[in-house]
C-alpha cells in the first residue's frame, strides 16, 4: 500500500497535462526558481522523489523517453493506474501471483491488439506526419512544420536508420527564427575576432583532444633532462601546427584548450578555430564533414596520412547575434538542423522539449505507424481485453480487469481535464464504439461531443502507446510483486572484530 500510494503520488503529478486542455506545472527548487512545463518527462526528472517504488517509476518513463522520445505522461498515467487496480484487487483478497498472471495475459491481448489496429505511414510525405507532429507538438503549427521539412530533407532512409534520432536535430535559440537547413550548428564562437567569420570551401580537421602540446609533470620538469624533452615537445607542437596550415585546413575544432602558440599561428594563417565543442556537437560534424577524430598525438601523422583525417564543407559561418557557427553542405553524412526560435531565454528549453517530442512522435511513426489518438484506441483496446477475460479461468481473470481499467485511464483523464464528467464520457464513447465499430472515436474536448479522431486529425505513433503499455506493465509487475522493505546496511558498517553487522528497522 505504501509502494501504490507513492506511485499515486507520482501519476497524479503529470495527469493533468494531457490532453489539449491539459494544464502546465510549476516546478521550484529551494533558491526559488521557476521551471513551467506542460511536459510530463520535464516534470519527473525536476521533481524532488526519495521514495523507491516513486524513482522506479519515474525511471520507468525515461526509458520511454529514451527509447521512443515520446509517451512520459501515458507510461506514467497508465503505471499508476495498474498499480492502483492491482492493489484493489489485492485488498479483495485476490493473491498476488494470480494478479500478475492476469496482468501479464491482459498486457499480451492487448499489445497484439495495439498492433492489429495500427495503420501503416505510406512515406515521408504522408500528410498524416504533420498532424502527428502538431498534436506531438502541443498544437504549435510552427513547430509542426519545421519538423515536416526536415524529414523532406532529411529523406526516408535516414529516418528509418534506427541508430538516427530526428529530435538530436533539434536546437532552440533565444532571438532565432524558426529555420531548417542541411548542415549543424556549433553551439559557439571563434577563438578570437581576428579569425575569419566566413569560409568557403573548407577543409575541416577535427580534434577530439586539446590542441596544445604533450604534457610534461613538474617534477620531470625540474629535472636537465625532462627540461629538453620540454623543449623537444614545444618544437614538435610548432612543427604540427605548420603541417596543419600546408595541407590548407581553414577550420579547426577542437574538444579541448587551444594552446597559445597554436592560436597565434593559426589566426596569422586565417584558420577558423573554435575550441571545446561539446562532444555531441563535434560528432555530428566530424560525421557531416566526413572526417575523422583525431587526437593530438595523431598530428606528427605524415600530410598524406593526416589527409584521410579531414572533411569537407561549402561554407562555414560564425553568427554573432545567435553566439554560434554554422556548419553547411559537409561532404559526409547529410543532416539538417531544426532550428527553433524563442522570444525569451525563459521559453527556450520548453520550445526546445517540444519539438524534440514532435520529431521523435513523427520518426517513430514512420516506423510503426499510427493509431487515433485522444484515449480513443486504449478504449477500443480495453474492450478486446474484456472479451478476453471470458477464455480465462479462475481468479487470473481478475488481473485482466486491472489492465481493461487501466487502458480506460487516458481518456477518463483527457476529460477530466477538459472540463467534463469522465465517467459518463467514457460510457458515451464505449457505447457509440461498439454500436458503430469504430475505434476511432473518442471526446471532441471543445464540444464533449463523440467523433472519429482520424477525422478530427488527432493521431498518435503506435510504437509510443506499444512502449509505454509494455513499461507500465513491468513497473506494475514489480511494484506489485515486493511484500517487504528492509532497509540496506552500509557497505563499510562493520563491528569491531572485522565481522559484518547486519540489522532490519522495523
Given at each position: 500500500?505504501?509502494?501504490?500510494?507513492?506511485?499515486?503520488?507520482?501519476?497524479?503529478?503529470?495527469?493533468?497535462?494531457?490532453?489539449?486542455?491539459?494544464?502546465?506545472?510549476?516546478?521550484?527548487?529551494?533558491?526559488?526558481?521557476?521551471?513551467?512545463?506542460?511536459?510530463?518527462?520535464?516534470?519527473?526528472?525536476?521533481?524532488?522523489?526519495?521514495?523507491?517504488?516513486?524513482?522506479?517509476?519515474?525511471?520507468?518513463?525515461?526509458?520511454?523517453?529514451?527509447?521512443?522520445?515520446?509517451?512520459?505522461?501515458?507510461?506514467?498515467i497508465?503505471?499508476?493506474?495498474?498499480?492502483?487496480?492491482g492493489?484493489?484487487?489485492?485488498?479483495?483478497?485476490?493473491p498476488?501471483?494470480?494478479?500478475?498472471?492476469?496482468?501479464?495475459?491482459?498486457?499480451?491481448?492487448?499489445?497484439?491488439?495495439?498492433?492489429?489496429?495500427?495503420?501503416?505511414?505510406?512515406?515521408?510525405?504522408?500528410?498524416?506526419?504533420?498532424?502527428?507532429?502538431?498534436?506531438?507538438?502541443?498544437?504549435?503549427?510552427?513547430?509542426?512544420?519545421?519538423?515536416?521539412?526536415?524529414?523532406?530533407?532529411?529523406?526516408?532512409e535516414?529516418?528509418?536508420?534506427?541508430?538516427?534520432?530526428?529530435?538530436?536535430?533539434?536546437?532552440?535559440?533565444?532571438?532565432?527564427?524558426?529555420?531548417?537547413?542541411?548542415?549543424?550548428?556549433?553551439?559557439?564562437?571563434?577563438?578570437?575576432?581576428?579569425?575569419?567569420?566566413?569560409?568557403?570551401?573548407?577543409?575541416?580537421?577535427?580534434?577530439?583532444?586539446?590542441?596544445?602540446?604533450?604534457?610534461?609533470?613538474d617534477?620531470?620538469?625540474?629535472t636537465?633532462?625532462?627540461?629538453?624533452?620540454?623543449?623537444?615537445?614545444?618544437?614538435?607542437?610548432?612543427?604540427?601546427?605548420e603541417?596543419?596550415?600546408?595541407?590548407?585546413?581553414?577550420?579547426?575544432?577542437?574538444?579541448?584548450?587551444?594552446?597559445?602558440?597554436?592560436?597565434?599561428?593559426?589566426?596569422?594563417?586565417?584558420?577558423m578555430?573554435?575550441?571545446?565543442?561539446?562532444?555531441?556537437?563535434?560528432?555530428?560534424?566530424?560525421?557531416?564533414?566526413?572526417?575523422?577524430?583525431?587526437?593530438?598525438?595523431?598530428?606528427?601523422?605524415?600530410?598524406?596520412?593526416?589527409?584521410?583525417?579531414?572533411?569537407?564543407?561549402?561554407?562555414?559561418?560564425?553568427d554573432?547575434?545567435?553566439?554560434q557557427?554554422?556548419?553547411?553542405?559537409?561532404?559526409?553524412?547529410?543532416?539538417?538542423?531544426?532550428?527553433?526560435?524563442?522570444?525569451?531565454a525563459?521559453?527556450?528549453?520548453?520550445?526546445?522539449?517540444?519539438?524534440?517530442d514532435?520529431?521523435?512522435?513523427?520518426?517513430?511513426?514512420?516506423?510503426?505507424?499510427?493509431?487515433?489518438?485522444?484515449?480513443?484506441?486504449?478504449?477500443?483496446?480495453?474492450?478486446?481485453?474484456?472479451?478476453?477475460?471470458?477464455?480465462?479461468?479462475?481468479?487470473?481473470?481478475?488481473?485482466?480487469?486491472?489492465?481493461?481499467?487501466?487502458?480506460?485511464?487516458?481518456?477518463?483523464?483527457?476529460?477530466?481535464?477538459?472540463?467534463?464528467?469522465?465517467?459518463?464520457?467514457?460510457?458515451?464513447?464505449?457505447?457509440?464504439?461498439?454500436?458503430?465499430?469504430?475505434?476511432?472515436?473518442?471526446?471532441?474536448?471543445?464540444?464533449?461531443?463523440?467523433?472519429?479522431?482520424?477525422?478530427?486529425?488527432?493521431?498518435?505513433?503506435?510504437?509510443?502507446?506499444?512502449?509505454?503499455?509494455?513499461?507500465?506493465?513491468?513497473?506494475?509487475?514489480?511494484?506489485?510483486?515486493?511484500?517487504?522493505?528492509?532497509?540496506?546496511?552500509?557497505?563499510?558498517?562493520?563491528?569491531?572484530?572485522?565481522?559484518?553487522?547486519?540489522?532490519?528497522?522495523?
Amino acid at each position: 500500500m505504501t509502494n501504490a500510494t507513492a506511485v499515486q503520488a507520482i501519476a497524479a503529478a503529470v495527469e493533468g497535462t494531457i490532453g489539449p486542455k491539459g494544464l502546465d506545472t510549476m516546478l521550484v527548487d529551494r533558491f526559488g526558481d521557476v521551471t513551467i512545463t506542460n511536459a510530463g518527462v520535464t516534470i519527473l526528472d525536476k521533481m524532488e522523489v526519495n521514495h523507491p517504488a516513486a524513482r522506479m517509476l519515474i525511471n520507468t518513463a525515461k526509458a520511454q523517453q529514451e527509447e521512443i522520445g515520446d509517451g512520459t505522461t501515458t507510461t506514467t498515467i497508465l503505471s499508476g493506474a495498474l498499480v492502483t487496480e492491482g492493489l484493489n484487487q489485492v485488498l479483495r483478497g485476490v493473491p498476488v501471483a494470480r494478479v500478475i498472471e492476469g496482468l501479464r495475459a491482459g498486457l499480451r491481448v492487448a499489445l497484439k491488439s495495439f498492433e492489429h489496429r495500427s495503420r501503416p505511414v505510406q512515406d515521408i510525405q504522408d500528410p498524416i506526419l504533420r498532424r502527428i507532429a502538431y498534436v506531438a507538438g502541443r498544437e504549435n503549427e510552427d513547430i509542426a512544420d519545421l519538423v515536416v521539412r526536415a524529414l523532406a530533407l532529411i529523406g526516408p532512409e535516414k529516418i528509418q536508420d534506427r541508430a538516427f534520432k530526428l529530435a538530436d536535430t533539434v536546437v532552440a535559440q533565444e532571438g532565432a527564427a524558426n529555420e531548417v537547413f542541411m548542415g549543424v550548428i556549433i553551439d559557439k564562437q571563434r577563438l578570437n575576432k581576428q579569425m575569419p567569420k566566413e569560409l568557403s570551401d573548407v577543409k575541416v580537421l577535427v580534434v577530439d583532444d586539446a590542441l596544445e602540446p604533450e604534457e610534461i609533470e613538474d617534477e620531470a620538469l625540474a629535472t636537465e633532462a625532462g627540461f629538453t624533452r620540454y623543449l623537444q615537445l614545444q618544437r614538435e607542437f610548432k612543427i604540427n601546427i605548420e603541417k596543419i596550415i600546408d595541407m590548407g585546413v581553414n577550420l579547426v575544432l577542437v574538444d579541448r584548450g587551444v594552446h597559445d602558440l597554436a592560436e597565434e599561428m593559426l589566426t596569422d594563417a586565417n584558420v577558423m578555430v573554435v575550441s571545446r565543442v561539446a562532444a555531441r556537437e563535434l560528432r555530428r560534424a566530424a560525421e557531416h564533414c566526413g572526417a575523422r577524430t583525431v587526437k593530438r598525438s595523431g598530428l606528427s601523422k605524415a600530410k598524406e596520412d593526416l589527409a584521410r583525417y579531414l572533411g569537407q564543407a561549402e561554407r562555414v559561418i560564425e553568427d554573432e547575434k545567435l553566439e554560434q557557427i554554422r556548419i553547411l553542405g559537409g561532404a559526409g553524412k547529410p543532416m539538417a538542423t531544426i532550428l527553433v526560435g524563442a522570444a525569451t531565454a525563459e521559453v527556450v528549453g520548453e520550445r526546445q522539449r517540444i519539438a524534440k517530442d514532435a520529431a521523435s512522435a513523427v520518426q517513430a511513426a514512420t516506423w510503426g505507424g499510427y493509431v487515433p489518438g485522444g484515449g480513443a484506441v486504449e478504449l477500443a483496446v480495453a474492450r478486446d481485453v474484456e472479451r478476453a477475460r471470458e477464455t480465462v479461468k479462475g481468479m487470473a481473470a481478475y488481473g485482466l480487469d486491472c489492465v481493461s481499467s487501466a487502458l480506460r485511464r487516458p481518456l477518463a483523464q483527457i476529460v477530466a481535464n477538459a472540463g467534463f464528467n469522465p465517467l459518463e464520457k467514457v460510457e458515451d464513447v464505449l457505447a457509440a464504439q461498439a454500436e458503430r465499430e469504430d475505434d476511432s472515436l473518442a471526446i471532441n474536448c471543445d464540444t464533449g461531443e463523440v467523433v472519429s479522431m482520424l477525422e478530427l486529425g488527432v493521431v498518435d505513433p503506435t510504437l509510443v502507446k506499444i512502449h509505454a503499455l509494455k513499461a507500465a506493465g513491468e513497473v506494475a509487475e514489480a511494484i506489485l510483486r515486493i511484500d517487504t522493505i528492509i532497509k540496506k546496511k552500509d557497505e563499510d558498517d562493520k563491528t569491531t572484530d572485522g565481522k559484518q553487522m547486519r540489522s532490519i528497522d522495523l
